[in-house]
Protein backbone atom coordinates (compact mmCIF):
# COMPACT_ATOMS: atom_id res chain seq x y z
CA UNK A 1 0.00 0.00 0.00
CA UNK A 2 1.58 3.44 -1.16
CA UNK A 3 1.67 6.40 1.52
CA UNK A 4 -0.92 8.38 0.11
CA UNK A 5 -3.15 5.51 0.05
CA UNK A 6 -2.60 4.71 4.03
CA UNK A 7 -2.60 8.22 4.73
CA UNK A 8 -6.28 8.68 3.28
CA UNK A 9 -7.64 5.43 4.69
CA UNK A 10 -6.24 7.26 8.32
CA UNK A 11 -7.86 9.99 7.73
CA UNK A 12 -11.18 8.58 6.74
CA UNK A 13 -10.88 6.60 10.03
CA UNK A 14 -10.63 9.75 11.86
CA UNK A 15 -13.34 11.67 9.88
CA UNK A 16 -15.46 7.81 11.12
CA UNK A 17 -14.27 8.42 14.91
CA UNK A 18 -15.54 12.27 14.90
CA UNK A 19 -18.63 11.79 13.34
CA UNK A 20 -19.13 9.45 16.11
CA UNK A 21 -17.96 11.45 18.46
CA UNK A 22 -20.38 14.31 17.07
CA UNK A 23 -23.72 11.98 17.27
CA UNK A 24 -22.64 11.02 20.98
CA UNK A 25 -22.73 14.09 21.90
CA UNK A 26 -25.78 14.95 20.43
CA UNK A 27 -27.33 12.20 22.25
CA UNK A 28 -25.82 13.68 25.48
CA UNK A 29 -27.24 17.07 24.78
CA UNK A 30 -30.82 15.20 24.34
CA UNK A 31 -31.20 13.38 26.96
CA UNK A 32 -30.12 16.39 29.24
CA UNK A 33 -32.35 18.40 27.56
CA UNK A 34 -35.16 15.56 28.84
CA UNK A 35 -33.78 15.72 32.01
CA UNK A 36 -33.92 19.16 32.38
CA UNK A 37 -37.23 19.20 31.28
CA UNK A 38 -38.37 16.20 33.67
CA UNK A 39 -37.07 18.10 36.69
CA UNK A 40 -38.98 21.16 35.56
CA UNK A 41 -41.72 19.43 35.05
CA UNK A 42 -41.45 18.01 38.97
CA UNK A 43 -40.35 21.27 40.34
CA UNK A 44 -43.69 22.99 39.09
CA UNK A 45 -45.48 20.29 40.36
CA UNK A 46 -44.19 20.00 43.69
CA UNK A 47 -44.92 23.89 44.18
CA UNK A 48 -48.28 23.68 43.08
CA UNK A 49 -48.72 20.77 45.91
CA UNK A 50 -47.91 23.78 48.21
CA UNK A 51 -49.60 26.37 46.92
CA UNK A 52 -52.90 25.03 45.37
CA UNK A 53 -55.31 23.54 47.97
CA UNK A 54 -58.40 23.10 45.40
CA UNK A 55 -57.95 19.45 43.87
CA UNK A 56 -59.65 20.64 40.45
CA UNK A 57 -57.37 24.00 40.33
CA UNK A 58 -54.44 21.80 41.34
CA UNK A 59 -54.96 19.17 38.20
CA UNK A 60 -55.59 22.07 35.71
CA UNK A 61 -52.05 23.58 36.68
CA UNK A 62 -50.44 20.30 36.33
CA UNK A 63 -52.18 19.55 33.00
CA UNK A 64 -50.82 23.16 31.93
CA UNK A 65 -47.17 22.00 32.91
CA UNK A 66 -47.06 19.00 31.41
CA UNK A 67 -48.27 20.45 28.31
CA UNK A 68 -45.79 23.64 28.41
CA UNK A 69 -42.82 21.61 29.15
CA UNK A 70 -43.22 18.76 27.52
CA UNK A 71 -44.88 20.06 23.98
CA UNK A 72 -47.60 17.89 24.96
CA UNK A 73 -50.81 18.47 22.71
CA UNK A 74 -53.76 17.60 25.74
CA UNK A 75 -53.30 16.24 29.19
CA UNK A 76 -55.63 14.89 31.30
CA UNK A 77 -56.13 13.54 35.08
CA UNK A 78 -58.41 10.51 35.76
CA UNK A 79 -59.86 10.02 38.68
CA UNK A 80 -61.11 6.73 39.77
CA UNK A 81 -63.29 5.52 42.25
CA UNK A 82 -62.13 2.70 44.43
CA UNK A 83 -63.14 -0.17 41.53
CA UNK A 84 -60.92 1.37 39.12
CA UNK A 85 -63.69 2.90 37.43
CA UNK A 86 -63.02 6.21 36.04
CA UNK A 87 -65.17 8.65 38.20
CA UNK A 88 -64.26 11.72 36.17
CA UNK A 89 -61.24 13.75 34.73
CA UNK A 90 -59.46 16.83 34.27
Not at 10 to 21: C, H, M, R, T
Request: hydrophobic share 40%; proline share 0%.
Amino acid sequence: MELGELIKEQIEKLNSLIDGLIKGEEEKKEKIKECLSMQRICRGINELLIKIKDEKSLFESICEILTTYKNIKIALIGITNDKMELKNFI
